[in-house]
């Protein structure tokens, strides 16, 4: 762990890495969020059966997939603090904004990881012909870090409440509700193979959403962290 | 009581006048009337919502219980009346556009802002230390705040709409209603923010009497 001489960049990074470790040796949120992801998969699978989807029911339900999955494990990061009673001791080695930003990266990784596992699991199960395969992975990842933008501050809220129960997903869908139809209609639009210039509209709305969050989630950071 | 008075004689006033004074509109007929209600419905939960974000802010910087009471009235409030814009608004859709729920951009809105006003709720019952309600819920009005733009933005974008445009203002800032219908609108206006208003007030200091029941003594709200 760094000291107070370190930079923020190197406090994120420890924090970062500390959490990587933690989660290596339990692999609780990665269990939660990969196998919800999966039993969500196959759900959609047999009840869609030998039936083609079209581009838009397709990419909605992709979208529906990725959201409720890491509804279930990305409030994890700092749940697991104030449950192993950790809070007080990282309080006193970093700052708000760096636990924020240590945080925000390993959700980050964390939903990276998982769309690794979920595309071509998707693609193969509900025959998902991606004609613009660099515009999804575009999407993808901009989509992904909108999402953690936003909700890695909600998890720090539900992690202060008495009832945490459904609460992550409850408190985050008003909130992504933008996002999610952005990415919604990335993904159609790459189905359908469009060009990169119809595209990236949606990629700037993405850029600024994440933007936007991040920004105010540091600044709310500091309020939610010492409550 | 003067307030009280003045604003229960308005909103009687403006009852009568919009089921006697205008002539029914010529495509939608006695339907029409609904616009003197459902408008100042919505505008009075969005109005709610920016009560609510103000004092929010407010008690993130001074820490002072009464805005917090200040938010969740307004909350309170905005989740009544978005109630009540989103039921007038779909007998309206039912019979003009033939079905109770379209996804047009503005229903959508104001799902989503009753959405929020859920999940606000949602949070607050949460959480169990009062300090620590106040700031949470502070915190996520503002986070829930910077969604607004991207919806009134993006929404539109996906659903195209059924609602009249240019039916009340048009783009060139013009008001686009008769006259004496506008005043009409207006009054209506003033009456549903003049009620909004009493009824902030009265449950402002409902909340203080439950606090002061619960403490059993005059404590410093």
Redesign the interface.
């Known amino acids: 762990m760094g000291t107070k001489s370190s930079t923020w960049i190197e406090q994120a990074l420890s924090i970062f890495q500390k959490d990587i470790k933690s989660e290596l040796r339990t692999r609780y949120a990665l269990n939660a969020i990969v196998m919800f992801a999966v039993v969500t998969l196959a759900v959609v699978g047999f009840s869609v059966g030998q039936f083609s989807l079209s581009p838009k029911v397709s990419s909605s339900l992709f979208w529906v997939v990725i959201f409720f999955s890491s509804m279930s494990g990305l409030a994890q990061v700092f749940i697991k603090e104030e449950e192993a009673k950790t809070v007080n001791l990282l309080k006193l080695v970093a700052s708000p904004s760096n636990i924020f930003l240590g945080k925000f990266f390993f959700n980050w990784a964390l939903l990276l990881f998982l769309e690794i596992i979920i595309v071509p699991l998707f693609i193969l199960l509900l025959g998902l012909n991606l004609e613009n395969f660099w515009l999804f992975i575009c999407v993808l990842v901009l989509g992904s870090l909108g999402l953690v933008c936003?909700t890695t501050?909600?998890a720090a809220?539900v992690s202060?409440?008495?009832?945490?129960?459904a609460?992550f997903a409850?408190?985050s869908?008003?909130?992504l509700?933008?996002l999610l139809?952005?990415c919604i209609?990335g993904t159609y639009l790459s189905i359908q193979g469009k060009s990169f210039s119809e595209g990236v509209s949606d990629l700037k709305?993405l850029v600024s959403?994440s933007v936007?969050?991040l920004i105010?989630?540091l600044l709310?950071f500091d309020?939610?962290w010492k409550? | 009581m003067i307030f009280k008075t003045f604003s229960g004689v308005l909103i009687s006033l403006v009852i009568i006048l919009v089921f006697v004074s205008p002539p029914p509109q010529t495509q939608l007929g006695e339907i029409s009337r609904i616009f003197y209600f459902h408008v100042p419905a919505a505008w009075v939960c969005v109005l709610a919502f920016f009560v609510s974000l103000i004092n929010s802010i407010g008690y993130?910087k001074n820490r002072a219980y009464i805005y917090d009471l200040r938010a969740v009235s307004a909350a309170r409030l905005g989740f009544l009346f978005s109630v009540l814009a989103l039921i007038s608004g779909s007998f309206f859709a039912r019979y003009t556009w033939g079905s109770f729920w379209n996804w047009d951009p503005r229903e959508t809105s104001i799902l989503?802002l009753l959405?929020?006003y859920?999940?606000y709720f949602?949070?607050r019952?949460?959480?169990?230390i009062e300090?620590?309600k106040a700031?949470?819920s502070a915190?996520?009005s503002?986070?829930?705040f910077?969604?607004v733009p991207?919806?009134v933005f993006?929404?539109p974008w996906?659903f195209p709409s059924l609602h009249p445009k240019d039916s009340i203002i048009n783009s060139q800032f013009k008001f686009q209603i008769p006259f004496p219908r506008l005043i009409l609108f207006l009054f209506s206006l003033l009456g549903f923010s003049l009620i909004f208003i009493w009824m902030h007030r009265m449950e402002i200091s409902i909340f203080k009497l439950i606090r002061r029941k619960e403490e059993g003594y005059f404590g410093q709200v």
């Open positions: 936003a501050i909600i809220m202060k409440a008495h009832i945490k129960g609460l409850v408190l869908f008003p909130i509700l933008p139809i952005v209609d709305v959403f936007v969050m105010l989630s709310l309020l939610v409550e | 993130l989503v959405l929020i859920g999940a949602a949070l019952s949460a959480v169990d300090e620590r700031t949470l915190v996520y503002i986070l829930s910077a969604t991207f919806l993006l929404v996906v």
